[in-house]
T-cell receptor
Framework: SAVISQKPSRDICQRGTSLTIQCQVD?????MFWYRQQPGQSLTLIAT?????????ESGFVIDKFPISRPNLTFSTLTVSNMSPEDSSIYLC??????????FGPGTRLTVT | AQKITQTQPGMFVQEKEAVTLDCTYD???????LFWYKQPSSGEMIFLIY??????QNATEGRYSLNFQKARKSANLVISASQLGDSAMYFC?????????????FGAGTRLFVKA
């Protein structure tokens, strides 16, 4: 199994600012995913981040708003740019295992005021 | 288009009884995987069970079983002998592949309440 840590665990930010969320995995993984979970809602896939290539964004998410870096096989960052209160969510990092397994980090709880 | 549907926003079950959480899916891919996750109030995502589209047998993991009906495109989760600790949000999810890899999408979820 993979152990995933995220930093920060939570933050309160002012609108118009940006926050970068870090995701660290204890083993090398090919595919990393970023999800958003708005209050009381399900998980929505933001993008898939493969090492060595640009992230693939889902419909409704754009690189200017959610730039992603994937410098190596154990680390990724997601930036939430020019934040508004609508960005208040839990952001989760997820990785795929060697088989069908998919593991999730503890999440970053973001509140935008 | 890929889609996962959970039509039960909330379910109640008496402790020690069995409960079925419904999930239907839509995909044109012949190869896909179906998952169930549990999310307690702490927020962590706990993997429960997995079913591959080519698996002949229904998946089972302890008290969890997945009732996979491929022709009906349904993948219902059955929890036997419910416990108070089963009270949580439950998400059905589907993994499909594309040229660049694969991705997993989630249903809206069902909140399960277990009564003592």
């Amino acid at each position: 199994s993979a152990v995933i840590s995220q930093k920060p665990s939570r933050d309160i930010c002012q609108r118009g600012t940006s926050l970068t969320i870090q995701c660290q995995v204890d083993s090398q993984v090919t595919m990393m995913f970023w999800y958003r979970q708005q209050p009381g809602q399900s998980l929505t896939l933001i993008a898939t981040a493969n090492q060595g290539s640009e992230a693939t964004y889902e419909s409704g998410f754009v690189i200017d708003k959610f730039p992603i870096s994937r410098p190596n096989l154990t680390f990724s960052t997601l930036t939430v740019s020019n934040m508004s209160p609508e960005d208040s969510s839990i952001y989760l990092c997820s990785v795929s295992g060697s088989g069908y397994e998919q593991y999730f980090g503890p999440g970053t709880r973001l509140t935008v005021t | 288009a890929q889609k996962i549907t959970q039509t039960q926003p909330g379910m109640f079950v008496q402790e020690k009884e069995a409960v079925t959480l419904d999930c239907t899916y839509d995909t044109s891919d012949p190869s896909y995987g179906l998952f169930w996750y549990k999310q307690p109030s702490s927020g962590e995502m706990i993997f429960l069970i997995y079913q591959g589209s080519y698996d002949q047998q229904n998946a089972t993991e302890g008290r969890y079983s997945l009732n996979f009906q491929k022709a009906r495109k349904s993948a219902n989760l059955v929890i036997s002998a419910s416990q108070l600790g089963d009270s949580a949000m439950y998400f059905c999810a589907m993994r499909t592949s594309y040229s660049g890899g694969f991705k997993t999408i989630f249903g809206a979820g069902t909140r399960l309440f277990v009564k003592a």
